[in-house]
């Protein structure tokens, strides 16, 4: 299947770099302004809103010093340097060299860079805050760390093949406001699908990784991390145009909100991102996801399983053994502490993986200025079977009130010992 | 009689109304909205369900006590799993998005705790191993340059604050994984890293008869750290060099 999948792709790749021209020329150093305070400034607000950081530092590394590999279905990526290391950072780079860098996906020598690095997000990004953040990375001290190639399969790793992958799937753009709305509203919407790349996790991905037309928003699995990135146009995934608005704020200014908290790769996106947001970007954001249109016509869904049923009951049972010390005998929770399970979207929706990862290997709420000292939750991975865990999961599901498909065995398999890189 | 005068009909009633209110407003609460103890405790039960309660492991599993030890050096811990120097897929996931200030807290929580040591397991390897293991914890080894444990852990071998753990109350398979872990390169702790350094001059065997003979004695006393070290330590050790520094003024 995946070969078969390679080789159309390749296919396609081919037929299509036939029709692509690579006539970039390397751009020539150009008369610049200096940098102001102003505009390092700025361009460090503006790297924490694009979480630059999150990719761009390895674990335990120096900020912004790259090599942290991004893992996706073609093989590893490596962010690469951003300091101001001549020879292996961005020393040499000028503001139009790192503005074409982000608009058009190609690096100062007009190399197509990798799709992981999401210019079809930050094609959107005004020349003005490129110059920012170009100003912000020169100010860093420079870290001489050498960009490690990336690991990518044949054919992911040929030119030609990101040349053809751009053709189908990158046009370079600006963001055009919608003069009907609010300057707020067009904040938030320059935010979230700009800088803030939302949709590189946020959507579906077809065989070629590319953002499926139309799901911007709409929720998909996470390649590689695996982790379900829920729709945020879908009241029973991530939707939250019905929310208290103060609420969508707390939850992505500290990581927490009534019946919510974020986990995996969201509470690293809070932790190093949206909970530094100023007071009028958080507001512009919120008043654009409160605006996404949200799925209509929801079937009302009924338990997978009754409680008379064997499994119903296993589940009960561990679920008062392990869960309701904490989230209450009847899944009411206990404030941000320890989430509400009955009506937990988390929980209810159609993926289950979240809610077997969080069953698994537990975790923390981000630690923020907001909410600095999370509560947390245990792992049960290692206490509890395939089968037990997948009682529970199914239990949480259909307890309650609430209603989801029947997790197996095999599911719960599935997500063991994922998503934790090393 | 003065006593009656003073008493005051409308005070009073605005009293018990005051308390009867109170009542109330508990009443409705409780119904509102359960609340779990805010107290350090309860934020790292995430901790305590694989290290025991109040951080005591059992003394046969791999997981180790996390009571008592220094603040310092389970601050290091937690620092160096959560940043890559130190392995454990669990661990790297639990702490991935906590920060330096509340990893020390943690770490300081656990270090205030004082819990009895279970009595330790009877050793299960041969005389010979057992006595190769005392041999080396006590004497270490002048020719292969393997200092005594006690140089650096305590004469008595429950660490020196705030940088240097205990070695003992620890079980036998997660000592064994830590000397194999150092070997291996896959733990690391601040360069210098004296403890690597010592690992690579150990053989198997050797490990095996250090862990075997650590795990099987007595914790004395409490397990309480020393506060100084009795004589300047051996080796230069970038996890006490960086605590030296750090609290110096």
Redesign the interface.
């Known amino acids: 299947m995946r070969r078969g999948i390679a080789i159309v792709g390749a296919l396609i790749a081919i037929g299509a770099a036939l029709v692509v021209t690579r006539t970039e020329t390397p751009s020539r150093p150009e008369i610049t302004t200096p940098a102001t305070s102003e505009s390092i400034a700025k361009g460090e607000y503006l790297a924490r809103v694009g979480q630059c950081e999150g990719c761009h530092t390895a674990r335990g590394g120096e900020r912004y010093a790259g090599g942290r590999g991004i893992v996706t279905p073609f093989g590893t990526v490596y962010a690469t340097n951003l300091t101001p290391d001549p020879d292996t950072g961005l020393g040499r780079w000028t503001r139009t060299d790192f503005r074409r860098a982000l608009h058009e996906g190609r690096s100062k020598d007009g190399r197509a860079l990798t799709p992981a690095f999401p210019y079809t997000n930050f094609t959107h990004i005004t020349s003005d805050d490129a110059a920012a953040l170009y100003d912000f990375f020169q100010s860093l001290p420079p870290v001489r760390r050498k960009n490690r190639p990336h690991a990518l399969r044949f054919p992911y790793d040929r030119p030609w093949m990101i040349a053809a992958w751009r053709a189908l799937n990158f046009t370079p753009g600006e963001f055009v406001p919608d003069t009907a709305r609010s300057a707020e509203w067009n904040r938030g919407a320059y935010l979230v699908h700009g800088l803030g790349h939302c949709d590189a996790c946020h959507a579906q991905r077809n065989a070629m990784g590319a953002v499926v037309s139309g799901t911007s928003l709409a929720g998909g699995t996470m390649p590689g991390l695996g982790w379900y990135a829920p729709s945020l146009r879908d009241p029973r995934e991530g939707g939250v145009a019905h929310w208290k608005r103060e609420d969508v704020a707390a939850l992505l200014a500290t990581g927490v909100a009534p019946g919510a908290t974020v986990a995996g790769p969201m509470a690293e996106v809070v932790r190093r991102g949206t909970q530094h947001y100023s007071a009028d970007d958080l507001q512009a954001v919120v008043e654009y996801l409160q605006s996404v249109p949200q799925v209509r016509d929801v079937p009302s869904t009924s338990p997978a399983i009754e409680p008379t049923d064997p499994v119903f009951a296993l589940g009960e049972k561990l679920y008062a053994n392990h869960c309701a010390d904490c989230h209450g005998r009847d899944g009411e929770g206990a404030g941000v502490a320890a989430p509400a399970l009955a009506g937990n979207r988390a929980v209810t929706m159609t993926s289950a993986k979240n809610a077997i990862r969080a069953v698994l290997m537990g975790g923390f709420a981000p630690a923020t200025t907001g909410n600095p000292r999370p509560y947390g939750m245990p792992p049960f991975g290692h206490i509890l079977s395939d089968a037990d865990a997948a009682a529970l999961v199914t239990y949480i599901r259909n307890g309650w009130g609430n209603a989801a498909p029947e997790v197996s065995a095999l599911a719960i398999n599935r997500e063991r010992g994922s998503a934790v890189e090393e | 009689m003065r006593r009656l005068r003073s008493f005051r009909f409308p005070s009073a009633c605005t009293a018990l109304i005051a308390i009867l209110a109170a009542c109330l407003v508990n009443v409705s609460a409780a119904h509102a909205?359960?609340?779990?103890p805010d107290t350090?405790a309860?934020?790292?039960?995430?901790?305590?369900?694989?290290h025991g309660r109040e951080g005591r492991a059992a003394p046969d599993g791999f997981h180790p006590r996390i009571a008592g030890k220094p603040a310092a050096y389970l601050h290091q811990q937690l620092l160096h799993f959560?940043?890559?120097?130190r392995?454990h897929?669990?661990m790297?996931?639990?702490?991935?998005?906590?920060?330096d200030?509340?990893l020390a807290?943690i770490a300081e929580h656990f270090a205030m705790l004082e819990i009895p040591y279970p009595a330790p397991r009877a050793p299960t390897t041969t005389a010979a191993t057992f006595a190769r293991g005392r041999a080396l914890v006590i004497d270490g080894d002048a020719t292969r340059e393997i200092p005594p444990c006690a140089a650096c852990h305590g004469e008595r071998f429950t660490g020196v604050a705030p940088a240097v753990p205990g070695l003992l109350g620890l079980p036998r398979d997660y000592l064994n994984a830590q000397l194999g872990g150092w070997k291996n390169g896959l733990r690391k702790a601040t360069s210098p890293d004296c403890m690597a350094t010592i690992a690579s001059r150990l053989s198997p065997r050797d490990i095996e008869a250090v862990s075997a003979w650590l795990s099987s004695q007595p914790v004395p006393a409490g397990g309480k750290a020393a506060t100084t070290f009795s004589a300047k330590p051996p080796m230069a050790c970038g996890s006490i060099a960086s605590e030296t520094h750090r609290v110096s003024p």
């Open positions: 909205e359960r609340s779990l350090i309860q934020r790292v039960a995430a901790c305590t369900g694989c959560r940043d890559g120097r392995r897929v669990a790297a996931h639990l702490l991935a998005h906590l920060d200030a509340y807290e």
